[in-house]
């Protein structure tokens, strides 16, 4: 039809063109003149107009035609964008498989700013409505700041199941108001296992920039908003954060969602299956309840860490959603240090906890034998020194006290006598061997290395040299010499098993290897590289570190094994009260740490001074006597002496792993890496999901 | 000749195949009435599209479509003579009402450009001088010999200024510079001579560097600058041109379908229902739809130029001409404005952007085009 008029205009246009009417009515105009004027303007006017035509026709041409790819990407870039999705992540439970870790569905209150009429009357409205309080609404105007378009940005986290009928009830009048459902980390044991799981917290800034600085971390992150703090959350934050998913979404251009065109799902994080034992656990915080101190429980052959505790401690579900003020500020002003984790932060001297070493040290060079005995006054002087040097006992022990009766009564003479005899460098390069001083390696980033005292270090440290003297405190575990409850622990399992020493691991250290899933080998890839990148943070997971042979021959430990035995089963070793009615045999040594110094002459008078003035108490020891499988260290700040305070508490310990749990047999493995029956996928609650150990086996495979 | 304009017809349409008295009679163009029949409902199947298929708004602008091609065929029955000898009324009630609108104006958006008067719709005065200006131009000069003398030409100019200056401080830079294109293009067709057209170029150039420092405001030189470079502005200014260039482009050879277009779906494209509509049509129609919508236009203007061609009178060969080319403006405008060859100026695409006004006064000088035609032999 339009092709019709087109050539009917054309043929009629080109014709009246050319023979225009005469103009007639008004005869006294010059008509010829006043035609051929008019037709001339029409002319131009009608080639200026197909030239304006075919110009706007080219102007679209080039557009759609020559420019398309250019604007239809332009076009699709518009609508199309990607959502990152956040994984889920990965869940912490005990060695028996009882959930430490996990994450709840939590309901908060969320305001679309992009719906509400006024915000200032609704969040008046809202704060009466939920009690919410105006620091809340700071917090929320800040977010509101950071926030994309139509994002809900939440106002109030964790609502109760009243609150949510309580929004309910409203919602008609609530107009851009929603509860969001999200998941967020619960630690249901988390008083017991806040210093070993530590927690998570909102991503603050400087945390965020360091993300942002590392182009992989940065898109792995992109939905995610807590991170681990401390604690395994922190240094397995690469394994339990999992993948992040990604959607691509159409949205308008107001940032409007509306549907979704394609879907990555994100990888959940691998969960965790610590060597802790849950109830081991509660049980040790039962025993420290009301005290300062810390316990450590090891397997002496895997380094598993079997509990780790530090008294007092804090519940880690305050830290999750963000601590209030008031509360975190009680917990960092305590007197009490709630928040320190004395296990693997906290630095004291061993005191006579250290005395099998030395004399093991004695032994081991030759300067005495099982028969060589001292005559103990109550007192030793150095030679050419006034200065006395006073044992424990005013008394003395005797005047044919040997290294057994020395460990058994912790005769600080004796000790006196053989630590001046090794030196300060022996004994430094002796102990060493026992992992003092230096950092055991647990997977954790808290952890502080003591310190070994040694002629080279004070030069370094306080530009002196060292001084006899200074020998003999070390001798006994006391001056320069501190140590963690962890080391202690470590060292006594190397005493323990004659020399192997372990690397302690939360993990624990025989898991099965979780068959692969084969629709995420895409992903797994990713999670490698993840893992890779981190490599150095999980080297040490379930591994064992044999420690180099210190070639002590049996005979010694015999001996040494025999005195720390008697310390409890002795009719005077120093914790026989805790070696009555015992079904079984131990060894162990009790220690008592000065706190102050105390002037010469002076009288030590517990009762005297003040209760943070007393003495540390400290007790090592291990079980059972004659193949030794737990090492367990105790230290009770201020709880004036390792026999009476320390001691009960590790025989309670011992009597939990010995007697009350009938899985001993399975639960530690004595050598090898057999696997534990309980270990296995299908007998653990709550793991049916095989995907969720994809990443476990991955690291597994890494290494 | 109408008869062998007829006589070249295909004998495919029956309703078409009246006698070409009954047409005369009823003093309508059938080829112009066809073609803007066929624009209108192009343009109410893109509308619904770019509306986000709002059925309410549909329906608004076919009504308004009905009564303004009832004005149409009103207009029509008007003689030529009774429109001639009625212009300069027009006009001089338009200039009255033009004077009123900053005393009793209402303001919108900060212009006053309407009129709310007592008995009667609120109207805009400036859209009843897009006609009166150039009746009223015809008049004076068909009254004289062509071409005209200069001071035929000084009067002229004054016809065209006064309503064109009070358009301005509205302000309404865009509707001014309409109304005086539709004078302008009579004096040029009445054979303005050469060196004044000439003179007039000139004088636009020279004239360009003051205008921009002094008349122009803040937003209008901005849209200037904006379309040199729309990327400098991107969320600002040059948000409206990036988006229109890239639904138009995006559309392809043949579109992504009807309501399919995600840039003015999505509401990306601004304005989409109005000044912009024809970004939906090239999103969704794609270069075949935007050629064939040109194509149309192109027809409107050769049967208008053929109208005025063939008018008897001087008066009725300016007009027509006038009108039809004026006409031919608005499009070229719209569609340089919205590809990005034209600043963004407020003119809608005519028949096709959503709003009934300014369709009254385009669809009333297709009415006076009617009754020319119909008086010629």
Known sequence: MAHTVLVTCCHDLCKSVGSCPVFEKNQLRDSALEQRVFQQRMIASLVLFFFLAALLAWRYVNLQVFQYEKFATASDRNRIHTLPLEPRRGLIYDRKGVLLAENQPSYSLAVTL?????????????????????????KFRQRLNRRTPYQAVPLKFRLNDDEISRFAVNRYRLDGVEIKAQLVRHYPRGEDFSHVIGYVGRINKSEQEKIFSDEQRRINYAATDHIGKIGLENYYEEILHGVVGSQYVESNAHGRVLRVLQQVDPLPGGDLQLSVDAELQQTVVGLLKGRRGSVVVLDVHTGDVLAMVSAPSFDSNLFVNGISNESYGKLRDSIDLPLFNRSLQGQYPPGSTIKPIIGLAALYHGLITSSSTINDPGWYQLPNDERYHRDWKREGHGDKVDLFQAIEQSCDTFFYDISYRLGIDRIHAFTKQFGLGEKTGIDSFNE????LPSRAWKRASRNKPWFPGETLNIGIGQGYMLVTPLQLAVSTAAL??????????????????PKSNKEEVGQKENIN??????????????????????????????EIHDAMKSVVHGRKGTAQAIGRNIKYKMAGKTGTAQVIGIAQGEEYDADAIAERQRDHALFVGFAPFERPKFAVAVIIENGGSGSATAAPIARKVFDWLMLNDTSNDNKVKPAGRELPVYASNSQLPGLGDVSMNDSVEWVNNAF | MPSEFFRS????????????????????????????????????????????????????????????????????QFRVKTIKALAPLAYLVGVLLLAAVPLWGVDINGATRWLDLPGLPRFQPSELMKLAVPLTVAAYLSGTLLPPKFNYLLASFTIILLP???IVIQPDLGTSLLVATSGLLVIW??????????????GVVASAWPLWHFALQGYQRQRILTLFNPESDRLGAGWNIIQSKTAIGSGGWAGKGWLNGTQSQLEFLPESHTDFIIAVLAEEFGLLGVLTLLMLYILVVMRGAYISISAKEVFGKLVAGSITFTFFVYVMVNLAMVSGMLPVVGVPLPLVSYGGTAMVTLLAGFGILMSIQSETD
């Open chain 1, 114 to 138: 992009e719906r509400v009429a006024n915000l200032d009357e609704l969040l008046i409205d809202l704060q009466q409505l939920f009690d919410i309080d105006t620091r809340s609404v700071e």
């Open chain 1, 448 to 451: 502080r290395s003591g310190l």
């Open chain 1, 496 to 513: 323990a098993t004659r020399g192997e020493r372990i690397e302690p691991s939360f993990i624990l250290s025989d898991k099965t290897p």
């Open chain 1, 529 to 558: 590289a993840l893992i890779n990148a981190s490599e150095n943070n999980v080297s040490s997971y379930g591994s064992e570190n044999q420690l180099d042979d210190i070639g002590v021959s049996d005979y010694f430990w015999d």
């Open chain 2, 9 to 76: 017809l295909p004998g495919g349409s029956g309703a078409l195949r009246m006698r070409p008295n009954t047409w005369k009679k009823f003093r309508i163009d059938w080829p112009l009435l066809l073609l803007l029949i066929m624009i209108s409902s192009y343009g109410l199947v893109v509308l619904y599209s770019a509306s986000g298929q709002d059925a309410d708004r549909l329906g608004r602008q076919f009504m308004a479509l009905l009564v303004a091609f009832a004005c149409m065929l009103i207009a029509a």
């Open chain 2, 164 to 166: 064109c200056g009070l």
């Open chain 2, 189 to 202: 067709l009445a054979g303005l001579q050469w060196r004044y057209v000439f003179g007039a170029v000139l």
